[in-house]
């Protein structure tokens, strides 16, 4: 494999994440085909993890029914968050789509195996959570390349990983990291749909660079 990246291909790349929407409405119903599916899967199995410990595991749900029950978990979750916003907030909260569990053909959970390579793992003796963070990786890696294959995706955060985990059937000790509302759309917002309503702006990278020391 010749490993050089071509500019062609950096451009490519630098598109593809800077295109990449959180994407929540403009899910079509057309299936998502299972050799597209398997792309993105091989993608999410090939990010970077501690230790090579790769604690991820992929569910992968069609099933209406079972998307129904994670919806209603969602229902729950939201309703609660709506409540800890001040009330100047609160109303424009609630306004906000911010799921398509049903709008979507696919859901996809990946899930973090945190007893994967025993207790000891290499890279995460000093930082108990890097199992954690190289299951996002693993999301990253997987939105990525939905977005290279022109496929939305949206990650329901505001939802309780027990109630996930129950309707899922995931042992106690796995951790789901993340619900992934994936699908093809009838478009790709231009900016973040966040910023676009005026809920919080972007920052400048300017701000955030620090030199040396903080």
């Not at 990246?5 to 899910?27: H, N």
């Not at 800890?84 to 696919?106: C, H, N």
């Not at 972007?202 to 660079?209: C, G, H, M």
Request: proline share 5%.
């Amino acid at each position: 494999m010749n490993t050089v990246i071509t500019g062609i291909e950096r451009d490519a790349l630098y598109k593809v994440i800077y295109s990449r929407r959180d994407v929540r409405g403009q899910f079509l119903a057309d299936p998502v085909p299972d050799e597209v599916v398997g792309r993105l899967l091989d993608a999410a199995h090939h990010a970077p993890s501690v230790g090579f410990m790769q604690p991820w595991d992929f569910i992968v749900v069609k099933d209406i029914a079972i998307r129904k029950e994670i919806k209603e978990g969602f229902e729950i979750a939201h309703r609660e968050a709506a409540e800890m916003f001040p009330e100047e907030k609160r109303q424009t909260y609630s306004a906000f789509k911010l799921e398509g569990i049903m709008d979507a053909p696919l859901g996809i959970c990946v899930t973090c195996d945190r007893s994967r390579s025993g207790e000891v793992v290499i890279g995460r003796t000093a930082n108990a959570e890097m199992d954690l963070y190289s299951s996002v990786c693993a999301v990253q890696n997987l939105w990525l390349a939905a977005r290279a294959e022109n496929l939305g995706v949206g990650w329901v955060s505001i939802i309780h990983h027990d109630h996930v985990r129950r309707v899922l059937g995931i042992p106690e000790h796995i951790v789901p990291d993340a619900w992934l509302c994936v699908g093809f759309v009838s478009f790709f917002h231009e900016t973040p749909e966040l910023e676009q309503a005026g809920w919080l702006p972007r920052l400048e990278l300017e701000t955030l660079v620090h030199r040396e020391t903080w």
